[in-house]
């Protein structure tokens, strides 16, 4: 099966713009979605489609696609974004399959 | 409004069975399906599997082939994960997750249960 690979860790001072980056052989085929996940809380979608957000996810969150990379960017961090991410998308050997990356640990300096 | 209610955490012994119930409701059950997912403590999201709530067909992870199992019960708009053979690693939240749709190829989980704890511990 594919895999999305995902940076550990990055951080952001606030107010300033972060760039999270999945890779992976399924984002030729597939477009990504992306997840933020606060401690103790499920998953919640911020971007999904071509850069398309669920009601109530602020603007400063977008997303892109270039080859095999997703991007999940926040401009202007705020502290509230503290969180976890997580990217999406459907296994390219086997589309009834999905996959999910590693994660990203975003910190709000 | 669209909501996953998932039932609640449960500690287990290894090598017995768990099923986690997912009740939906807000929206038409049988057009969305469900997917489940995944968190060790600490750890990241590993996807498991979906059912169609609407026909009951299945599939799941090649690893989680023949641990799980996926059903549904269309009367009360519940879909159960069952999970056998558990060892110390199956110690998890397990979430629940409706695919929405979408116009481009892709796939995205736009409302999500709260997570059920299950603990596998002697």
């Known amino acids: 099966s594919s895999e999305l690979t995902q940076d550990p860790v990055v951080s952001v001072a606030l107010g300033q713009t972060i760039r999270i980056t999945c890779q992976g052989d399924?984002?030729?085929?597939?477009?990504a979605s992306w997840y933020q996940q606060k401690p103790g809380q499920p998953p919640t979608l911020v971007i999904y489609g071509r850069n398309d957000r669920p009601s109530g996810i602020p603007d400063r969150f977008s997303g892109s696609n270039s080859g095999n990379t997703a991007s999940l960017t926040i401009t202007g961090a705020q502290a509230e974004d503290e969180a976890d991410y997580y990217c999406?998308?459907?296994?390219?050997?086997?589309?009834?399959?999905?996959?999910f990356g590693g994660g990203t640990k975003v910190t709000v300096l | 409004q669209v909501h996953l209610l998932q039932s609640g955490a449960e500690v287990k012994k290894p090598g017995a069975s768990i099923k986690v119930s997912c009740k939906a409701s807000g929206y038409s059950f049988t057009e969305y399906y469900i997917h489940w997912a995944r968190q060790a403590p600490g750890q990241g999201l590993e996807w498991m599997g979906w059912?169609?709530?609407?026909?009951?067909?299945?599939k799941s992870k090649q690893k989680f082939q023949g641990k799980v199992s996926m059903t549904r019960d269309t009367s009360i708009n519940t879909i159960y994960m069952e999970l056998n053979r558990l060892i110390y690693d199956d110690t998890a939240i397990y979430y629940c997750a409706r695919v929405m749709r979408m116009s481009v190829a892709g796939i995205a989980f736009d409302m999500w249960g709260q997570g059920t704890m299950v603990t596998v511990s002697s």
């Open positions: 399924s984002l030729r085929n597939y477009y």
């Open positions: 999406s998308s459907r296994d390219t050997s086997d589309n009834h399959l999905a996959l």
């Open positions: 059912i169609n709530p609407d026909t009951g067909s299945t």
